[in-house]
């Protein structure tokens, strides 16, 4: 209707614009509405598969643990008293291992002379102080001029692995304080000085800490180390000595129960949370015949109905989730008794893990996976939510059919509104022609007027 501002004047308001944005409205429910309606339906159909898409993905990611070596590879390490920290890497072998700490490895910490003050003189005159430790050797030169905190200066900005401080022991009274950086005997230092320097480090009454290396007893057999942290003792196990102990050290490297467990508490958790979803999308309530947006769709009501069934199976070896605490209940979510999980996963880890993972088996060239429920759940799985998956296939669909709506929207609302511009025009022509008439009609009118009251 562009172009057109007024309708009506002509007809006395008999043909307007308001008609005309009313007859629309009623064609707009019936050609626009239907299609807005399919279009909405085809968003929330889009939007509830990716739930649905999510939410089998969590589920994939716990199946995939389950059905994995990777999880049952997890170490935890129980240790009887303090001493000793531990890291484990998965796939260490499980083992008991008694450690006794007879000796924590120390680095070497001397203390200077006692000086006056940070800035007082080390030398009568000049002179030089060396320094080595492990094969580095520092020499540093001095005059009469060198103070305490130049020699500090000079050593911190040495190569050695070392440190010094200057610490105020008293009133008047300071020492530079020389330590280590890196425990063991090898890491001790070697210091001379010339005769006119009166630092004292090479005295042993100045000796505050010798390096040392640290000493274990392994199993009983005697083992040192330069460092507290030991790497090397055991393929996979770090060692890291916090105190001397009074009597050894009992450490059972296990297999980590704790995070299977928890992998087992996730898959029923996200299982539970599809199974609720996947009813909600495919109810039909037959009082007050509400559905959900997928009711009657046979590819979303089958995958609870699917997995259902693989979770009530059995095995080859008669074993089921039921013996694992896993059970369906009336409302179609599982529940979980960990404790019967743990009981029965106890009994044996081989059988257990064989029920979870199934192995390959090859018979006359083919191999197959027969068992393992978790590998199978996988399978499945991957059916709907893997590379070409059955729900990818209905998530393009549902995409092309929402396309194919809004073209169709498009094109029906062009025409209504071609239309109804068309009746517009023609609705001003004819009040135009009918304003004309009456213009007309008003002037044979008033001469008929005047002539009746000539007479």
Do not use: W
Not at 114 to 138: H, K, Y
Not at 366 to 391: A, C, I, K, W
Not at 404 to 423: F, G, H, I, S
């Amino acid at each position: 209707m562009a172009g057109i501002q007024t309708i009506g004047l002509g007809s006395d308001n008999k043909l307007s614009l308001e008609t005309v944005d009313q007859l629309k409205e009623v064609d707009r429910g019936i050609l626009i509405d239907p299609i807005d309606e399919d279009i909405e339906t085809s968003v929330l159909k889009r939007e509830s598969l990716a739930e649905v898409v999510s939410l089998l993905e969590t589920l994939k990611s716990s199946t995939d643990s389950l059905a994995g070596d990777n999880l049952y590879l997890n170490r935890s390490g129980f240790i009887s008293d303090t001493g000793i920290n531990i890291n484990i890497d998965k796939g260490v072998a499980l083992q008991d291992i008694s450690i006794d700490v007879d000796q924590l490895a120390e680095v070497e910490v001397r203390q200077s002379a006692i000086f006056e003050s940070r800035t007082s003189a080390i030398s009568s005159g000049d002179g030089t102080i060396s320094i080595e430790m492990n094969g580095v050797s520092e020499e540093f030169d001095v005059t009469a001029d060198t103070t305490l905190e130049d020699l500090m200066q000079m050593i911190n900005d040495s190569s050695l692995d070392a440190t010094a401080k200057i610490l105020n022991t008293g009133r008047d009274e300071y020492r530079l304080i020389l330590s280590g950086e890196t425990t063991g005997q090898i890491n001790s230092f070697t210091i001379t000085e010339s005769e006119n320097l009166n630092t004292s480090l090479t005295s042993e009454d100045n000796l505050v800490q010798n390096a040392k290396d640290a000493t274990i007893s392994y199993n009983g057999v005697q083992v040192t180390r330069d460092s507290n942290k030991i790497e090397d003792l055991i393929s996979g196990v770090s060692f890291e000595l916090t105190q001397v102990t009074d009597n050894p050290i009992t450490i059972q490297i296990t297999e980590d129960i704790d995070s299977i467990l928890a992998e087992a508490q996730k898959f029923v958790d996200s299982y539970n949370e599809l199974a609720l979803k996947l009813d909600d999308l495919t109810k039909f309530d037959e009082t007050t015949k509400e559905t959900g947006v997928f009711q009657g769709n046979s590819n979303i009501r089958g995958i609870e109905r699917e997995l259902n069934k693989m979770i009530t199976t059995m095995d080859s070896n008669n074993n089921s989730l039921i013996n694992f605490g896993m059970s369906l209940n009336e409302t179609g979510t599982l529940t979980f008794e960990s404790e019967t999980f743990l009981e029965k996963y106890n009994e044996s880890p081989e059988e257990a893990q064989y029920f979870f993972k199934g192995d390959d088996i090859e018979s006359r060239g083919v191999t197959s996976h027969p068992d393992g429920v978790f590998y199978q759940l996988e399978m499945t799985l991957d059916r709907y939510v893997g590379t070409d998956g059955s729900l990818d296939y209905l998530r393009v669909s549902l995409e092309n059919q929402e396309d194919r709506l809004n073209k169709e929207r498009e094109k029906a609302l062009e025409l209504l509104n071609k239309r109804y511009d068309r009746m517009a025009e023609q609705f001003a022509q004819q009040d135009a022609i009918i304003g004309q008439i009456n213009q007309q009609f008003a002037s044979i009118q008033m001469q008929i007027d005047f002539q009746t009251a000539k007479q």
